[in-house]
């Protein structure tokens, strides 16, 4: 697995995430969206040869330090493609060099789980669609 690859794959399924919130379930705009993701997820699915943590794993995962009275989660930490997933949400966030805020990941890793759930949701309301 290469980091640029994945990195790649990680920020393009975050745009389509993205777009895809802004859609409710068997919007018929959301297959164009649901098609890309499920390529992303194909190619991801290729470079990641290990089994997705769950969001409690993850969070188990991780190592956290503390600067200045600030618990930071340290980046090496982070499983791939969690780390690759977090810093694609993360661009424009505040951080510092030592690490990302403890508190912005906890944030995200909850995020992620809800975006997971949408899509879900999406994929469940296309199968409904064509199997009828």
């Known amino acids: 697995m290469t980091t640029e690859q994945l990195r790649k794959l990680e920020v393009a ?11 409710k379930p068997g919007d018929p705009a959301a297959v164009k969206v649901l098609v890309e993701l499920d390529e992303i997820d194909q190619a991801l699915g290729g470079l990641v040869t290990r089994r997705e943590l769950s969001s409690q794993e993850l969070m188990a995962a991780i190592t956290t330090q503390y600067h200045n009275g600030i618990c930071l989660v340290v980046d090496d930490s982070i499983p791939e493609p969690g780390r690759q997933r977090f810093w694609a949400a993360s661009v424009g966030a505040t951080r510092l060099a030592a690490g990302a805020y403890f508190l912005d ?7 992620w789980q809800r975006e997971l759930e949408h899509l879900k949701a999406h994929r469940s309301s296309r199968q409904d669609r064509c199997s009828k």
Do not use: D, T, Y
Request: hydrophobic letters at 65%; zero cysteines.
């Open 13 to 23: 399924k975050r745009r389509a995430l993205w777009a895809l919130a802004e859609l």
């Open 105 to 111: 990941f906890e944030k995200f890793v909850m995020a």
